[in-house]
């Protein structure tokens, strides 16, 4: 759906105007914040009636009939009206409508019917996303640059659609640098099973946040892609697994809410005991009732200057937080006494705080707090319980300072070739697998890497270990929810889990170990399979290709209580073994240990 231009045709055809009714019906699916479960926006979808309901069939018979212009009035016609009848609570987020270069770039565009529109019912341009389209290509850079500034100008936000999978995405996104972009489902669908996806999101994820734009991820559809696309860093997401297109605004189910939460938890909620969270940290602050009048906390602010900030509760829950700054910003002016005399709750409707459970790692959620938009990005942080009762917060000089710290003191545990944890770490994560009732250890390292390093030098040898750690870490969605990845030092790693694992996720690996090492052997040695190296006598020796070798500690196969210090022994025997395996296969490989525990 785009925007209402000036119709191009004498009369509009009774199949999709009914007089000055438009023969449309507005659908709305959900923008999530995955950290929170709130929807920060709606899309709007269009529908035709009767046999031209499907967008496709709509679309393309306004485009066969030449009444384009009036499908686009009808539709963004038929959507204001439906927005301005919504509730308010449903119109505190921006809506999302998709408009094509062809559209934009046409002189009718700017003709401020849009506006007056609008106006008309009670809505303001900030209230519209306009998603612009991949679907053909700018002629003039130029003109895109100077229409989104327009738009932006006006109040209108700007989203770049289904990027990655249309035309000139790249020089599209450099010249409207909008405040959305959102992924096309080419690149989200099975992201799982994709490595290059995988590391081309991650790289959008870091662009997004060094530019202040938020990243979507659209047609979202299973668990396995929201794992991967939460462990890259998306914070946002559409699609059919969060809610279908419905004719009022939807929100996720109570099943994909339990779902959601426990992801989070995963990724970044307390891990070991050792782990310090959010709960320390927080203080109970000035908490009032939503019935509370503005005119009231405009004394409270004013009897104390310390103040910072209060949170409006409604039944032990937070319903919004108010800033001083905020607050007198809003109510300063010549229209500052009439927002006195209002509700707190009115005034703050608009107030969505960031707010976290207690047990949150406090490192996860500095990153977290430092994505939000740069007018709250300063703004405390709400801290609930398990059962949503607020129990204080936490400022951001108070976040930043206690990460900062923690930062600095896991960076001494870490390699400084691979920024992996350390034996430390590796120690902490084993001693809390061994509380589960089920868990997997991998010892992995690599077989001839002495002779790779004198053979290529220490230069290529650091880049085969760098390649390893990318592919372990890579890896880790297709292992149990909750593993670790370590290294020991050297060409030794460790792969922490905490249940079993699949023999073919071990395949997996192994075969894209051996697929990514071949970049940093010369075709010669490749073409012949093996490499000249000399050994400690000094005699020029024939060596196989570097192969990764994988021994498997898994718990259902050990017996008993295992105590961590067995471990190391048992994964020395079994090392010798998977690398005479690796060696007379000439491949990576993985062995489990087999024997029970006496």
Not at 119 to 138: K, N, Y
Not at 385 to 403: E, H, N, P, S, Y
Not at 454 to 460: E, I, K, N
């Amino acid at each position: 759906m785009s925007l209402p231009l000036t119709s191009g045709a004498a009369e509009p055809p009774a199949w999709l105007w009914n007089g000055d009714e438009p023969r449309i019906v507005s659908v709305f699916q959900p923008i999530v914040d995955l950290m929170t479960g709130e929807a920060i926006g709606y899309e709007v979808l269009s529908r035709g009636v009767g046999p031209i309901q499907a967008p496709h069939v709509l679309f393309t018979k306004a485009r066969v009939e030449g009444v384009t212009w009036e499908l686009e009035r009808a539709c963004w016609t038929a959507a204001v009206r439906r927005i301005s009848l919504l509730p308010a609570e449903d119109r505190r987020v921006p809506f999302f409508f998709n408009v094509g270069p062809d559209v934009l770039s046409d002189p009718r565009f700017g003709d401020g019917s849009t506006l007056e529109l609008l106006a008309r019912h009670g809505m303001s341009p900030r209230q519209i996303v306009l998603e612009i389209t991949e679907t053909s290509a700018f002629a003039d850079w130029e003109q895109l640059q100077r229409l989104t500034r327009q738009c932006m100008g006006h109040g209108f936000g700007i989203a770049l659609d289904d990027f990655g999978a249309g035309h000139s995405g790249l020089v599209t996104l450099v010249n409207s640098a909008p405040h959305f972009i959102k992924l096309d489902q080419a690149l989200v669908r099975d992201i799982h099973r994709h490595s290059y996806r995988q590391h081309l999101v991650k790289s959008l994820v870091d662009f997004a946040s060094s530019v202040d734009s938020t990243l979507i991820a659209e047609g979202v559809e299973t668990w396995e892609e929201l794992s991967v696309l939460l462990r890259l860093g998306i914070r946002h997401a559409q699609g059919f697994l969060l809610a279908r297109p419905a004719n009022e605004p939807p929100r996720p189910s109570q099943e994909f809410e339990l779902r959601r939460r426990e992801a989070i938890r995963t990724l970044h909620f307390q891990n070991d005991e050792d782990d310090e969270t959010v709960g320390g940290i927080v203080i109970r602050r000035l908490c009032v009732d939503s019935g509370l009048t503005t005119e009231e906390l405009d004394r409270f602010f004013r009897r104390t200057p310390g103040l910072d900030h209060v949170v409006i509760l409604e039944e032990e829950k937070p319903r919004a937080l108010v800033t001083r700054q905020h607050f007198f910003a809003k109510t300063a002016g010549p229209f500052g006494y009439p927002l006195l005399q209002k509700k707190l709750a009115e005034l703050a409707s608009n107030e969505q705080p960031l707010v976290v459970e207690d047990n949150m790692a406090i490192t996860a959620l500095a990153k977290v707090a430092m994505e939000r938009p740069p007018e709250s990005l300063y703004d405390p942080v709400v801290v609930i319980d398990a059962k949503g009762r607020f129990l204080g917060t936490v400022t951001m000089k108070q976040l930043i300072a206690r990460a900062t710290e923690l930062e600095v003191r896991a960076a001494t545990g870490a390699n400084p070739l691979t920024h992996l944890p350390g034996n430390r770490m590796i120690e902490r994560w084993i001693r809390q697998a061994l509380q589960g009732s089920e868990f997997t250890v991998i010892y992995g390292d690599l077989d001839h890497f002495k002779e790779y390093n004198d053979r290529y030098g220490f230069l290529q040898g650091d880049k085969l270990l760098r390649l390893t750690a990318r592919v372990l870490s890579e890896s880790l969605h297709l292992l149990p929810r909750g593993s670790h990845l370590g290294h020991v030092g050297g060409d030794d790693f460790v792969l922490v889990c905490p249940d079993a694992v699949e023999p073919s996720t071990l395949e997996a690996i192994c075969q894209r170990f051996d697929e990514e090492k071949r970049a940093l052997f010369d075709a010669t040695d490749l073409e012949r399979g093996w490499f000249e190296a000399t050994d400690r006598k000094g005699t020029s020796v024939e060596v196989p290709p570097v192969t990764l070798s994988l021994a498997v500690l898994d718990s259902r196969k050990m017996g008993g209580h295992v105590h961590p210090a067995s471990l190391s022994g048992l994964a020395a025997s079994l090392k010798k073994k998977v690398k005479e395996l690796a060696a007379s296969t000439r491949a990576s490989t993985f062995m489990f240990e087999r024997r029970a525990q006496p």
